[in-house]
């Protein structure tokens, strides 16, 4: 009786030892699991988080303002919240001009920039506001165009510049008035040559002005 305990017991004892080893093992995996999915939450990007570098305001930027370093800034942005046609780089916007007034912090966009490339070497940005605003809805960056004002004492009409480039439109800002001789018009910033850009300026402040579209 008392052998056949002992080789029952004998028997358990070499059942337990025969086991443990997969248990622990078990255990050892289970534990080596948690700590790589604790790596991966925790590590840049996880958990769909991805980000990249976006160009964004640095401060409120003013309808037509030619932008400047101190204007812009590079930020991280989740990759779902980046808009489209959104800047990495500030060299991408440096000196061109915004279309429409910004907020700082507002993501800068291919859309909200005027074309630099319409402004060559020799040219002068010059404002206007033109007589017929139905007029600017034809225009886009990069359109050409004759500046022209009617003649002084006659029928006729001068042509202020020929061939100048526009350089965007700006609609005026919530809340700003332009005048009460130029009510709501929109800015429209137009590049001509140098010579020719006090005249157009100056026209532009007492004599009604329009383009025409080549």
């Known amino acids: 009786m008392d052998d056949t305990r002992t080789r029952g017991w004998r028997r358990l004892v070499r059942a337990r030892l025969r086991g443990r080893p997969l248990v ?19 590590a840049p990007g996880a958990g769909g988080e991805r980000t990249l570098p976006t160009l964004v305001t640095a401060r409120d930027v003013a309808s037509g303002s030619a932008l400047s370093s101190a204007d812009v800034r590079v930020v991280d942005m989740h990759v779902e919240a980046r808009p489209e046609g959104v800047l990495s780089e500030p060299a991408q916007a440096l000196n061109r001009r915004f279309v429409g007034p910004a907020r700082a912090g507002e993501p800068v966009t291919d859309v909200r920039l005027a074309d630099h490339r319409s402004a060559p070497p020799g040219s002068t940005t010059v404002p206007l506001r033109l007589t017929d605003s139905g007029i600017t809805d034809l225009l886009r960056p990069g359109t050409r165009i004759d500046v022209v004002v009617p003649a002084e004492g006659g029928d006729q009409a001068d042509v202020l510049a ?47 002005v329009t383009v025409t579209l080549r």
Do not use: F
């Not at 001509?192 to 157009?200: G, T």
């Open 24 to 42: 622990i093992l078990r255990r050892g995996l289970a534990v080596a699991l948690l700590l790589v999915a604790a790596g991966l939450a925790a």
């Open 162 to 208: 020929e061939n100048a480039t526009v350089v965007t439109v700006a609609e005026p800002e919530a809340g700003r008035t332009t005048g009460p001789l130029q009510p709501h018009r929109p800015l429209v910033l137009v590049s001509v040559p140098d010579e020719q850009a006090p005249h157009v300026a100056a026209a532009g402040l007492d004599r009604p």
